[in-house]
């Protein structure tokens, strides 16, 4: 797991609306090494949804986002149902080179927003060096 902990992108806010039968919808205020973004995005849940909302801020920074390649969501065992939930994300960048990243929160949904949130400081701060 990728340990370093860059802070080039800030999540200020978010807002994820999910309702059954119908597409989810975010809207996302980030902060991008002292700018500030607002998107929106759609998808098969809310998950989906705040990556299409990030990937439309991306591309002014010249960062594309790895390839998801697995996704695991845990609760600790005999959890109560207020129990932290890790997510742990493996990535695939343009170079082939695979890391894994993780989020911890009570919501299943923002742990993965927030594992997301690593890869990108983490792709962010590799194109900074270049």
Same mark, same amino acid.
């Given at each position: 797991l990728e340990s370093t902990d860059f802070h080039h992108i800030k999540l200020l806010d978010c807002s994820i609306a999910s309702r059954l039968n119908q597409e989810a919808v975010v809207g996302i205020k980030v902060d991008i090494n002292g700018r500030v973004h607002e998107s929106v995005g759609? #998808?098969?849940g809310g998950f989906d949804a705040f990556i299409d909302a990030v990937k439309k801020v991306l591309p002014e920074y010249h960062v594309i986002l790895p390839e998801l390649?697995?996704?695991e969501v845990q609760i600790p065992r005999g959890g109560n149902t207020n129990a932290l939930t890790e997510c742990i994300i493996s990535w695939q960048d343009d170079k082939g080179k695979q890391f894994k990243t993780r989020g911890l929160h009570a919501n299943q949904v923002y742990a993965s927003v927030k594992a997301a949130l690593r890869a990108i400081n983490i792709v962010?701060? #590799?194109a900074g060096k270049s």
């Open positions: 759609s #998808g098969n390649i697995d996704f962010l701060h #590799g």
